[in-house]
């Protein structure tokens, strides 16, 4: 079973940036597609980004293709996501999650483990 770890969160300015990290460990990182997921108060957990277990594969939610990026270092178990040009509608708290399977998905449902979250507000 794997135990995933965010970090990296805080408070930014619009326009600006921040990089995501997750490790995971008690299990085998490299077998598990991973994604990042976010959530604000009242509203369901959304889909930001997904990666399969060799990065062959990436997809992104329309609100943030082309300003986030998702990688991962299968050797250091850790997931990245790099988001760039942050926007106020990008404050959530941000989970990383994974499911043992090559290929990601975009619905929540599939992924089995989770993390604790990271709080990102960006600042108008």
């Known amino acids: 079973q794997v135990q995933l770890v965010e970090s990296g969160g805080g408070l930014v300015q619009a326009g600006g940036s921040r990089r995501l990290s997750c490790v995971g460990s008690?299990?085998?990182?490299?077998?598990?597609?991973m994604a990042w997921f976010r959530q604000t108060p009242g509203k369901e957990r959304e889909f930001v980004a997904a990666i399969s277990v060799i990065a062959s594969f990436t997809a992104y939610a329309d609100s943030v293709d082309g300003r986030f990026t998702i990688s991962r270092d299968n050797a250091k178990n850790t997931l990245y996501l790099q988001m760039n040009d942050l926007v106020s509608e990008d404050t959530a708290v941000y989970y990383c999650a994974a499911k043992t399977h090559i290929s990601p998905s975009r619905s929540a449902l599939e992924y089995p483990y989770w993390g604790q979250g990271t709080q990102v507000t960006v600042s108008s």
């Open positions: 008690g299990g085998d990182f490299a077998r598990h597609a």
